[in-house]
């Protein structure tokens, strides 16, 4: 008889545990299996009015890098845009972009009227790239080491905090290991 009230009252209690901790987890830190992995290999190709594509060897030239996952059709990435802008503007650090399943026209079009702070942007039109990166959605921001490994990924904008707090100490350490290895 005991047993009968013992089960569903255990039950209860490992579901009411999984979800309070399920509480305490932040719902925009999606753990990425590529954190420490070196970049998949992939060649987009250009975007309209660019002559050059966009590939896995331009971001194994031993620069620390971001590389910005966005879309025309992307409200979020409005929002983080002018960030880019400012930091390709400052020219610390370059940006590469991954243009994901847009319009080729539409593409250029957000590039030419929100401006172009990527050194190279690839046309990924079908996300099959993308995928492989493990994107889930635009905007996405990874920070590359100059070997081609993942330090970081941002899913969702990059707002001036992000920027301040999460990726630039990213890409400092990243530089300075960088330095002391090549001593």
């Known amino acids: 008889m005991q047993l009968r009230f013992f089960v569903p009252i255990t039950a209860f209690a490992?579901?009411?545990?999984?979800?309070?901790?399920?509480?305490?987890?932040?719902?925009?830190?999606?753990?990425?299996?590529?954190?420490?992995?070196?970049?998949?290999?992939?060649?987009?190709?250009?975007?309209?009015?660019?002559?050059?594509?966009?590939?896995?060897?331009?971001?194994r030239q031993g620069d620390v890098v971001l590389?910005?996952?966005?879309?025309?059709?992307?409200?979020?990435?409005?929002?983080?845009?002018?960030?880019?802008?400012?930091?390709?503007?400052?020219?610390?650090?370059?940006?590469?972009?991954?243009?994901?399943?847009?319009?080729?026209?539409?593409?250029?079009?957000?590039?030419?009227?929100?401006?172009?702070?990527?050194?190279?942007v690839g046309a990924d039109l079908d996300g099959r790239s993308s995928i492989n990166w493990g994107v889930y959605g635009v905007p996405e921001t990874f920070v590359v080491d100059g070997s081609g490994q993942i330090l970081y990924k941002r899913v969702s904008v990059v707002t001036p905090k992000v920027m301040r707090e999460e990726i630039l100490p990213v890409i400092e350490r990243a530089r300075l290991a960088g330095q002391e290895v090549s001593r």
């Open 14 to 59: 490992v579901l009411a545990a999984a979800l309070a901790f399920g509480l305490t987890l932040n719902p925009r830190e999606i753990p990425s299996a590529l954190i420490g992995q070196t970049i998949p290999d992939f060649e987009l190709t250009a975007l309209k009015g660019r002559e050059r594509g966009f590939g896995s060897a331009d971001l």
């Open 67 to 120: 590389v910005n996952v966005f879309a025309s059709w992307c409200r979020p990435c409005r929002q983080e845009h002018p960030l880019f802008m400012d930091l390709a503007q400052t020219g610390d650090i370059k940006i590469y972009g991954i243009n994901y399943k847009d319009d080729p026209d539409a593409a250029a079009q957000w590039l030419a009227t929100f401006g172009d702070p990527y050194r190279r």
